[in-house]
């Protein structure tokens, strides 16, 4: 199995900043895609932003050039850093690993348990 831990999640000001950060553990083999979702009180959960093994990133329009997502492979961790946040970004923030655990085993999904990040004056 793989464990996802969030962490970073918070309460900030409109125009503020944050980080988040996500480590994966457990039985690895191998990692493909990392990313982050949101869910926001009465909505559903929706992308905000993934990143391949190799660099490759992909974001929702809603955040583009605003924020940034990244990873260390090394450390298994993907990072998402959060500029010019808006009251609207306001949701729990969950992190989504496409990860192996076994060279015969196929990728699957795994989530951690969210993080909540809320943006108010």
């Known amino acids: 199995q793989v464990q996802l831990v969030e962490s970073g999640g918070g309460l900030v000001q409109p125009g503020g900043s944050l980080r988040l950060a996500c480590v994966a553990s457990g039985s690895i083999f191998g990692i493909n895609t990392m990313g982050w979702y949101r869910q926001a009180p009465g909505k559903e959960r929706e992308l905000v932003a993934v990143i391949t093994h190799g660099g490759n990133t992909n974001y929702a329009d809603s955040v583009k050039g605003r924020f940034t997502i990244s990873r260390d492979n090394a450390e298994n961790t993907v990072y998402l850093q959060m500029n010019s946040l808006k009251p609207e970004d306001t949701a729990v923030y969950y992190c989504?690993?496409?990860?192996?655990?076994?060279?015969?085993?196929?990728?699957?999904?795994?989530w951690g348990e969210g993080t909540l990040v809320t943006v108010s004056s």
């Open positions: 989504n690993s496409n990860a192996r655990t076994s060279f015969r085993s196929g990728y699957m999904d795994y």
